[in-house]
C-alpha cells in the first residue's frame, strides 16, 4: 500500500519562500508522475504542477511558473520549492501519485494528506 506524506507548510510573509516535500512509503517513483496541487477555502482543487519520476520533465501551472520549482531529491521524495510566495498562494498542498502526466486531478490515484501554507499580505 503506497502512502505519501507532505511536510514544510507553515506561515510566511508574502515575497518569502517556503519548501514543501513529499514522501513515499510503500514504492518508489521511478515510473510515477508526481502531481502538486493545491485547494484553497471555497474553491476547487487547482493544479500545480508535476515532476516525471525520473526527474526528466516538470510542468507548471501559469499562476506558479517562475516562482514554483518541482524537484525529485531520491527515489522517495520530491520538493516543491515556492519562493515569491503571494497571499493567493494561501491553501492546503498536496502531492499524488499518477501512470501519466496529467493536470487534472482525476488523473492521479494516491493522495497525501495535504499540508497548509499560509502566506501573509
Known amino acids: 500500500q503506497v502512502q505519501l506524506v507532505e511536510s514544510g507548510g507553515g506561515l510566511v510573509q508574502a515575497g518569502g519562500s517556503l519548501r514543501l516535500s513529499c514522501a513515499s512509503s510503500g514504492r518508489t517513483f521511478s515510473s510515477l508522475v508526481i502531481g502538486w496541487f493545491r485547494q484553497a477555502p471555497g474553491k476547487e482543487r487547482e493544479f500545480v504542477g508535476f515532476?516525471?519520476?525520473?526527474?526528466?520533465?516538470t510542468y507548471y501551472s501559469e499562476a506558479v511558473k517562475g516562482r514554483f520549482a518541482i524537484s525529485r531529491d531520491n527515489d522517495n521524495t520530491v520538493s516543491l520549492q515556492m519562493n515569491n510566495l503571494k497571499p493567493e498562494d494561501t491553501a492546503i498542498y498536496y502531492c499524488?501519485?499518477?501512470?501519466?502526466?496529467?493536470?487534472?486531478?482525476?488523473?492521479?490515484?494516491?493522495w497525501g494528506q495535504g499540508t497548509q501554507v499560509t502566506v501573509s499580505s
Open positions: 499524488a501519485l499518477g501512470p501519466i502526466y496529467s493536470v487534472s486531478d482525476a488523473s492521479y490515484n494516491v
Open positions: 515532476i516525471a519520476g525520473n526527474g526528466g520533465t
